[in-house]
Nanobody
Framework: QVQLVESGGGLVQPGGSLRLSCAAS????????MGWYRQAPGKERELVAL???????TIVDSVKDRFTISRDNAKNTVYLEMNSLKPEDTAVYYC???????????????WGQGTQVTVSS
């Protein structure tokens, strides 16, 4: 019904930058929110940043001064600009979207397949 396709992960040195993208496609009435989560080896999946349809933004304190989330509503795409990357940012980053498929149906959450971000020298 809804597909989320992520791109932009990779290997980067400490202090470097990456930009993640996530495009949603399918039979979508409205996207209420899109965001990024990450999961490091042996750890729980955690929220990184979230942006709603009215551009209300939530970013966790650990990345607030380094990461920026933005959204292109016309393209159903969310971006995560990551600067000053640290080894502790290494994780699989997952895109999440809260979507209404029809106006009369409640929102449903969808996940992307994940993209690996590795910060290492």
């Amino acid at each position: 019904q809804v597909q989320l396709v992520e791109s932009g992960g990779g290997l980067v040195q400490p202090g470097g930058s990456l930009r993640l993208s996530c495009a949603a496609s399918g039979s979508i009435f409205r996207i209420n929110a899109m965001g990024w989560y990450r999961q490091a080896p042996g750890k729980e999946r955690e929220l990184v940043a979230l942006i709603t349809g009215v551009d209300r933004i939530t970013i966790v304190d650990s990345v607030k001064d380094r990461f920026t989330i933005s959204r292109d509503n016309a393209k159903n795409t969310v971006y995560l600009e990551m600067n000053s990357l640290k080894p502790e940012d290494t994780a699989v980053y997952y895109c999440n979207a809260i979507v209404q498929l029809q106006s009369y149906r409640g929102p449903v959450g969808y996940w992307g397949q994940g993209t690996q971000v590795t910060v290492s020298s």
